[in-house]
């Protein structure tokens, strides 16, 4: 104990200047420190909340962007399927037109065909037998005088059988 | 040696007295109801004063906006700077908060204590004034970190901090199995040789702390003193330099070394 006097220690001072320090120390943190780092927590959750908050922002952006895109694509790919659908519908139907109208032109100039023969062979017929009718009306007129009227018609009707 | 002068020698060898006392303990100045105060106590208080002053005039987080401007500023550079050295050796945030209160009070009480006594006027404003018998000058300011009493009550307080918050994350168990291990366990002898050197340690820490501190800046007023008292002018600057130096060196050992201990006691034995 002697040793410690020598050196200056005194239990009176030492407990002084310890309660010195200890009323600084709670004065510093009751009053400055304390408020000071809630202030600076509070205040770097804040720009940690915010940070994130624009990383979502951004996240949100590039769905949207991609969401879009992906829209876009679907929409035109949709576009030109409907107008190769529309195109190949149409091509079908047209060929289908040309072939209808195709077949019923032949039809109809078939018909007009057979008519235009039937109508000939008609007037043949029709003329066959009136120049027969004036043949004969001629030929009687002719050989009236000189043969008999029993076998002229026969006669005339051979010889244009015969041709 | 306590009380003695000192005589310096300059190159005729002829001593010369030069009329400076430094003595080793603290000279009382004044006494209120039978309770001595002494040059270096006052200077303490005063410096507590003051720093409170500082920091309350410029600690005003309520005042503080988000987006910092001047001063605030600086007070926040400060107060992160701290803090993210401690998260540093910590490798613990929640930790670094938790002992924030305590090493940054002993880093500014310290730096302002060692850097009080360079004050012009401190150890040469004084009263003369008879004291057994004997005339004797006592200077009105001596740094608080030139007296044992404040440097061996900061240690105390500092070595029973670390051994409080050791116990108050391991509990008095788990911090008590750092000293205390059974000769009959894991290192058998050894860890129980250890565990007690770790003890005494505990008890050199405080003394390591105090002696430290108090000698570097005792030894720096005794070194200005000297050079003060044979050269007058300019000689004692670089001197004056290197003692700003080292009482910012010692309060950075101080607090480093007391947050050090901290996170040694309040880590499991396994982890150290």
Redesign the interface.
């Known amino acids: 104990m002697e040793i410690l006097k020598q050196i200056g220690i005194d239990g009176k001072l030492l407990l002084a200047q310890g309660v010195n320090f200890l009323v600084l120390l709670f004065l510093l943190h009751r009053f400055a420190y304390k408020p000071m780092l809630e202030f600076l927590e509070k205040r770097s959750a804040k720009i940690e909340e915010g940070l994130k908050n624009a990383e979502e922002a951004t996240k949100r952006l590039d769905d949207a962007t991609r969401n879009e895109e992906k829209i876009l694509s679907d929409a035109r790919e949709e576009a030109r399927k409907i107008v190769n659908e529309t195109r190949e519908s149409s091509e079908k139907r047209g060929r289908e037109l040309v072939a209808e109208f195709e077949k019923k032109a032949g039809q109809i100039v078939e018909e007009a065909r057979e008519r235009a023969t039937e109508e000939r062979e008609k007037l043949f017929r029709e003329a066959k037998e009136e120049i027969a009718d004036l043949v004969i009306a001629t030929t009687e007129k002719v050989i009236r005088e000189r043969l008999d009227s029993g076998n002229d018609r026969q006669v005339v009707s051979r010889f244009l059988a015969d041709k | ?2 009380n003695g002068s000192l005589f310096l020698f300059v190159q005729t060898g002829e001593p010369v007295f030069a009329d400076m006392e430094i003595s ?3 000279e009382p100045l004044f006494s209120i109801a039978g ?2 105060v ?1 040059n270096s ?1 006052f200077l ?2 005063v410096v ?1 004063i003051l ?2 002053s500082a ?2 005039l410029s ?1 005003r ?2 005042r ?1 906006t ?1 987006v910092p401007k001047g001063a605030q500023n600086v ?2 550079a400060i ?2 700077g701290l ?1 993210s050295f401690m998260e540093n050796i910590t490798q613990d945030h929640k930790q670094a ?1 938790q002992f ?3 090493v ?2 002993i880093f ?2 310290v730096l302002f204590s060692n850097w009080s006594g360079l004050l012009p006027g401190a150890g040469t404003i004084g009263i003369h004034e008879m004291h057994d018998g004997k005339a004797m000058f006592i200077p009105i300011m001596r740094s ?1 970190s030139a ?4 440097t ?3 240690s ?2 500092s070595v029973f901090s670390v051994q409080f918050f050791g116990i108050l994350a391991l509990g008095l168990r788990g911090y008590a199995s750092k000293f205390f291990v059974a000769p009959w366990k894991a290192p058998y002898v050894v860890g129980t040789a250890v565990g007690l050197l770790e003890l005494v340690g505990e008890g050199a820490k405080v003394l390591s702390f105090s002696f430290r501190l108090f000698g570097n800046v005792f030894a720096g007023e005794v070194l200005l003193t000297v050079m003060l008292s044979l050269v007058p002018y300019l000689v004692p600057l670089p001197f004056l330099i290197m003692e700003l130096f080292v009482g910012l060196v010692q309060a950075g050992i101080f607090s480093l070394l007391t947050i050090v201990f901290l996170k040694m006691a309040t880590a499991t034995h396994e982890a150290h």
């Open positions: 040696m306590a080793i303990i603290a309770f001595t002494t106590l303490a208080v507590s720093g409170l920091v309350f600690v987080p309520k503080f988000s007070i926040e107060f992160e803090l908060i924030f209160p305590l940054a009070t500014l009480f608080p007296d044992l009493n404040m061996v009550a900061l105390l307080i």
